[in-house]
């Protein structure tokens, strides 16, 4: 069963991660947030993705995933499948 739940895969420290997590609080849309430093589960998921790769920020929705995206794209991706504030 495909896991409709949008979710973002980042670091505390990482300014991208921060903003895109800012930019979905801020347009109220929620989402699961995980630490791929502090998660080793997360991290694993992130690296299943990639190849091995820890690759982030990351979101998931269902088996679809975007990698650090810009907020137009991230808009787009809401959109596309009908995750809207």
């Not at 849309?29 to 299943?48: G, L, M, R, S, Y």
């Not at 979101?59 to 504030?85: C, M, R, S, V, W």
Request: hydrophobic share 35%; with cysteine.
């Amino acid at each position: 069963m495909e896991d409709k739940k949008l979710k973002l895969y980042g670091a505390d420290w990482c300014p991208k991660s921060a903003n895109l997590r800012n930019y979905l609080q801020s347009i109220w849309i929620n989402f699961d947030d995980h630490n791929v430093e502090t998660e080793p589960e997360a991290a694993e998921t992130v690296k299943a993705l990639y190849e091995g790769k820890l690759k982030f920020p990351t979101l998931t929705y269902g088996n679809q995933h975007l990698k650090n995206p810009t907020i137009k794209e991230l808009d787009a991706f809401l959109k596309e499948h009908g995750i809207e504030e």
